[in-house]
């Protein structure tokens, strides 16, 4: 069925077939919705190949061994965990020890940025096993984009998956596939994470009001999460254990930001928060793409396409001095095709912003670095992983 939103037509096509071959097949994915199995299974996974005894298990949950030994039990047999070896114990039997089967299954995560589509793979670990890139014109309309990411996605998952058939007739038994648990989206605000529906993206008003989220679920048949691309990221650190409250900004084809505050990325009630470009900071200032003047993004990338790389990164650190003053963040980090451009000058230009603000204040200086750890499209994969492993954020 196709739709009409804001002037764009969506929907999957007229037959609603998945495009993704077999992507919900191995993993019940009932099994995951429990709060308890998700405390196991985050635990499980940060053990590493290690692994952690059932009794290890029970303590760090508060739940009860038995409770434990049932939740193992069916994650074992639905290949989410495995023995990991036996370990020694203060008294009796050896332990046996369980480790989390990474391989077990998969999520998708898509950048789509204003002029490229970069797409990864990655296990129930966030490693990354598979990586695509395509040309993106994001004003191309709803169908085009759509069909774009579906290919992409399809090929992610067919590389990994590497055969077809299921055995049938064969009289030989095969293995359960690993499962596709689901896609994250993420791309320039704003947007409405809570119901994946796009607002007016900053350059391209078309997408006023056209749910990404049910569209492409339909299209690929698979669950769909969608974010802004700098919360996506910003989650990404916060899963690879960058801690305590931070700004992750990013400067690429527009200039955004992501929030952690206490370890979790604040999104705000209409997921408004990092709004972070379109702060003005010269009024009368030159227009920007939002139809506002002196937006921080506009001076950034007007200094930016005349070479200015020490004007971009001064700039920068005004926005992010602004950022520092409300918010009392620990730390700002820095990301984005620009920034990877030439990282020394902007961290030397935004640091001297603010040390010269926290001289004024008398404030301890609050540290630059360019962002570690994966991007875009690595962060909305975990949009899709955290809530598997019980984390609130996805």
């Not at 540290?367 to 598997?388: D, F, H, I």
Request: aromatic share 2%.
């Amino acid at each position: 069925m196709n739709r009409t939103y804001g002037g764009m037509r969506g929907g999957a096509g007229t037959t609603g077939t998945a495009v993704v071959p077999g992507a919900t097949g191995g993993v019940n994915l009932l099994a995951l919705r429990s709060h308890n199995a998700a405390l196991v299974l985050d635990l499980l996974r940060t053990a590493g190949a290690e692994g952690i005894s059932r009794l290890e298990l029970a303590e760090r949950t508060g739940l009860t061994p038995q409770a434990v030994s049932k939740i193992t039990a069916r994650l074992r047999a639905e290949g989410l965990a495995a023995d990991a070896g036996r370990r020694a114990s203060t008294g009796g039997k050896p332990r046996t020890v369980l480790r989390l089967v990474p391989e077990a299954g998969h999520a998708v995560g898509v950048h789509l940025d204003r002029d490229e589509l970069r797409a990864v793979l990655v296990d129930l670990d966030g490693t990354v096993v598979g990586e695509r890139s395509a040309p993106l014109d994001l004003g191309a309309g709803a169908e085009a984009v759509l069909a774009g990411v579906a290919g992409v996605v399809e090929g992610l998952w067919t590389a990994k998956d590497g055969t077809a058939g299921d055995g049938a007739g064969t009289g030989v038994r095969v293995p359960p596939r690993p499962a596709l648990l689901g896609a994250g989206v993420a791309l320039p605000g704003p947007l409405d994470h809570a119901r994946g529906v796009l607002h007016r993206v900053t350059g391209f008003p078309e997408w006023d009001g056209y749910p990404l989220r049910d569209a492409l679920s339909e299209r690929l048949g698979v669950p769909v999460v969608v974010d802004k691309d700098t919360n996506a990221a910003a989650l990404g650190l916060a899963v690879d254990g960058e801690g305590g409250s931070f700004a992750y900004l990013h400067l690429g084809t527009g200039l955004g930001a992501g929030l952690v505050i206490g370890g979790s990325v604040h999104r705000g009630p209409r997921t408004g928060a990092g709004e972070f470009g379109h702060q003005v900071v010269q009024l009368d200032g030159p227009r920007c793409g939002c139809g506002d003047r002196g937006c921080v993004e506009a001076l950034c990338l007007a200094a930016v396409a005349r070479g200015d790389t020490d004007e971009a990164a001064r700039v920068l650190g005004v926005g992010a001095a602004n950022l520092v003053g409300l918010l009392d963040i620990d730390r700002v980090l820095l990301g984005g095709r620009t920034i990877e451009a030439a990282p020394e000058a902007f961290v030397r230009g935004v640091r001297a912003v603010l040390d010269t603000r926290a001289r004024r204040t008398g404030d301890t200086a609050v540290p630059v670095r360019v962002a570690s750890g994966g991007g875009v499209a690595e962060g909305a994969a975990q949009s899709v992983l955290a809530p598997v492993f019980g984390r609130g954020d996805g």
